[in-house]
């Protein structure tokens, strides 16, 4: 699973520089310039932030908790992705790929994990 940040973001930037993945983007357009895809229902307008879930591992092996989640001031706007269930395994698997020079702790995991 990934996460993705919903219309209640204010566009703060505090999101952005936590996340360990590059998974976010300042709007839509950022992220699909540089070839990711962005999941449904994210980026209104294209002037509010989104995730890819194409690097987002919902900070797993890297944190204990989401990170975009964490710092957010709104609260509730960066929410799991209800179509997009991914396992530890997976999650770690990306982290690992998409991180080739980075340490990947595989005890890292939040409770909201699925699949
Ligand atoms: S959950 Fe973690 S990896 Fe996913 S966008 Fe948020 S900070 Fe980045
Ligand atoms: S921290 Fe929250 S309000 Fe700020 S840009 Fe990220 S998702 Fe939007």
């Known amino acids: 699973m990934a ?3 919903n219309d209640n ?3 703060c930037d505090a999101c952005l520089p936590a996340c360990p993945n590059n998974a ?3 709007k839509r357009s950022a992220g699909e310039e540089r070839g990711y895809h962005i999941g449904e229902g994210q ?4 002037s509010i932030y989104v995730i890819t879930y194409e690097r987002c ?3 797993v092996g890297h944190f204990d908790e989401p990170q975009c989640a964490s710092v957010c001031p709104m609260g509730d ?6 179509v997009r269930a991914e396992s530890k395994e997976v999650l770690l698997e990306r982290a690992e790929r998409i991180n080739p020079n980075k340490v990947i702790h595989s005890d890292k995991a939040w409770q909201g994990v699925r699949g």
């Open 57 to 59: 591992t919902e900070c």
């Open 24 to 26: 976010i983007f300042d």
């Open 43 to 46: 980026g209104v307008d294209n």
């Open 3 to 5: 996460l993705m940040i």
């Open 9 to 11: 973001c204010i566009a």
């Open 77 to 82: 706007c960066c929410v799991p992705d209800p």
